[in-house]
C-alpha cells in the first residue's frame, strides 16, 4: 500500500484457470529470499519462488516505498503441464455494494461497502472506465488490446462520508495499477466478478491473459511496474467518471443510467460555452440494446457534467421479458458512453452491463 493507506486489495503472483469450469489451480510464495538494504538504499529487493502442480517460477521485486510504492516486478515461469489460461499481474478484491446497487444485499447504515469501485483498462488509443459490481452470478468480460499500456482496480471513491465505516476506512483502501515493461503483444485484460453475500469474501479478480505463449519447453518472461496509490487525474488531461447510478425509468421496457463526469479537459472549459462548440456525448449500445434518449448538462453544485440516458432492448415490449430466461440464459446490454468537443475526445470511456 501507499503512505497514510490501509490493507485493501491485493496482488496475487499468477491466476491458473480462473472462471473456468475445470476450477482454479492457486500457485503461491514458497521460498523468500530478502537482500539486505544499505544504510542510503531507497528501495528494497526481494527474490521469491512460485510454485504449484502445473508450473513454478522466479521473482524479483525491486520496492520503493513513498507517498506511493512502486513494485518493479520481473518473472520467468516454467510450465510442468499444460495450461489452458495463465492470467499475468492478477489483482483481488472485494465489492459488496456501492452508490449503483438499488437494492443492498444487506440492511446495513452504511452507504457503500468495497476495497474497489472501477476497472481501469489503458491503450494508446483508449482510457476505459468499468464500474465493478456484485454481480447475480459468475461474470467474466473481457477487454482485448493489441498493446496494453497499463490496467488497474481503483478506489475512486475516497470520501469517508460516503462508507460512515471508522473501523474499515474504505475510503483509505489503495488503488492498484500495472504497467508493463515493454511490449507484452496482443491478448486482454479479464475481469470476474463474483456473487458474494457479505464483504468478507474477496470476489473481484483482474489480471492480463496474453493471445499466445511461448512454446511448452520455453519460459514465459514479463515484467511490469506495480504501483499502490491515491486515484489521480489521468495523464492524458482526460475527464473521468466519477459517479455510477441507476434507476428504473417510468415505463417497464427502459433503464435510466446517470452518469458524472469531471476533472482534466472539462475542469478547462469555460462557464458559457459557445454555440458552435457544444460538449457532446457519444453513446453506443450492443447485445440488442437500443439509446431511447439523452441529455447532458452541467451540474453547478459540483462542477460535474452530467449525462442522463435511457436504455431499452430492441424488438422487446420490455427489459422484463427476458427474465423468464433462466439467469445464465440472459444476455446483458453492453453501453460505452463518454464526452466530446467536436474531434476531441474530453473524457475516459464508461463501460457497463446491463441486466434485464
Keep these: 500500500m501507499a503512505r497514510n493507506q490501509v490493507y485493501g486489495l491485493s496482488a496475487r503472483g499468477l491466476a491458473l484457470d480462473t472462471g473456468l469450469e475445470s476450477g482454479e489451480e492457486f500457485p503461491y510464495f514458497k521460498e523468500f529470499w530478502i537482500?539486505?538494504?544499505?544504510?542510503?538504499?531507497?528501495?528494497?529487493?526481494i527474490y521469491a519462488l512460485l510454485d504449484s502442480k502445473r508450473i513454478t517460477g522466479a521473482y524479483r521485486f525491486s520496492i520503493r516505498p513513498g507517498e506511493k510504492t512502486d513494485m518493479l516486478i520481473e518473472g520467468k515461469l516454467f510450465r510442468r503441464e499444460e495450461i489452458k489460461k495463465i492470467g499475468?499481474?492478477?489483482?483481488?478484491?472485494?465489492?459488496?455494494?456501492?452508490?449503483?446497487?438499488?437494492?443492498?444485499?444487506?440492511?446495513?447504515?452504511?452507504?457503500?461497502?468495497?476495497?474497489?469501485?472501477?476497472?481501469?483498462?489503458?491503450s494508446p488509443a483508449e482510457v476505459i472506465w468499468r464500474p465493478i459490481v456484485n454481480p447475480q452470478h459468475l461474470f467474466i468480460n473481457s477487454f482485448q488490446l493489441s498493446d496494453l499500456a497499463g490496467f488497474g482496480v481503483f478506489q475512486r471513491d475516497t470520501d469517508f462520508d460516503h462508507y460512515q465505516d471508522q473501523e474499515a476506512r474504505y475510503?483509505?483502501?489503495?488503488?492498484?495499477?500495472?504497467?508493463?515493461?515493454?511490449?507484452?503483444?496482443?491478448?486482454?485484460?479479464?475481469?470476474?466478478?463474483?456473487?458474494?453475500?457479505?464483504?468478507?469474501?474477496?470476489?473481484i479478480v483482474a489480471y492480463w491473459v496474453a493471445d499466445r505463449l511461448p512454446a511448452m519447453e520455453e519460459p514465459i518472461t514479463f515484467s511490469y511496474v506495480l504501483s499502490w496509490c491515491v486515484p489521480a487525474g489521468d495523464s492524458n488531461g482526460l475527464g473521468q467518471v466519477v459517479a455510477t447510478r441507476s434507476a428504473s425509468a417510468k415505463a417497464d421496457n427502459f433503464?435510466?443510467?446517470?452518469?458524472?463526469?469531471?476533472?482534466?479537459?472539462?475542469?478547462?472549459?469555460p462557464a458559457e460555452l459557445p454555440s458552435e462548440a457544444p460538449i457532446e456525448a457519444a453513446i453506443s449500445v450492443s447485445n440488442g440494446g437500443q439509446i431511447v434518449d439523452?441529455?447532458?448538462?452541467?451540474?453547478?453544485p459540483t462542477g460535474c457534467w452530467r449525462l442522463v440516458f435511457r436504455v431499452r432492448r430492441n424488438g422487446d415490449s420490455s427489459?422484463?421479458?427476458?427474465?423468464?430466461?433462466?439467469?445464465?440464459?440472459?444476455?446483458?446490454?453492453?453501453?460505452?458512453?463518454?464526452?466530446?468537443?467536436?474531434?476531441?475526445?474530453?473524457?475516459?470511456?464508461?463501460?457497463?452491463a446491463i441486466w434485464p
Excluded: C
Design 35 to 45: 537482500q539486505e538494504p544499505g544504510a542510503e538504499a531507497r528501495e528494497i529487493l
Design 88 to 122: 499475468i499481474a492478477p489483482l483481488t478484491s472485494m465489492f459488496f455494494y456501492g452508490e449503483y446497487t438499488n437494492k443492498r444485499p444487506v440492511d446495513d447504515f452504511r452507504p457503500e461497502i468495497h476495497d474497489s469501485d472501477g476497472l481501469l483498462v489503458k
Design 171 to 203: 475510503d483509505l483502501r489503495p488503488s492498484t495499477t500495472v504497467v508493463p515493461v515493454g511490449n507484452w503483444g496482443p491478448g486482454h485484460v479479464e475481469l470476474v466478478q463474483i456473487p458474494t453475500e457479505n464483504e468478507s469474501n474477496d470476489n
Design 255 to 269: 433503464r435510466q443510467i446517470i452518469l458524472d463526469f469531471r476533472g482534466g479537459k472539462l475542469d478547462q472549459l
Design 294 to 300: 439523452h441529455q447532458l448538462f452541467r451540474i453547478k
Design 319 to 352: 427489459l422484463a421479458d427476458s427474465l423468464a430466461l433462466p439467469i445464465l440464459n440472459r444476455q446483458p446490454v453492453e453501453v460505452r458512453a463518454y464526452l466530446t468537443q467536436g474531434e476531441v475526445k474530453l473524457t475516459e470511456t464508461w463501460s457497463y
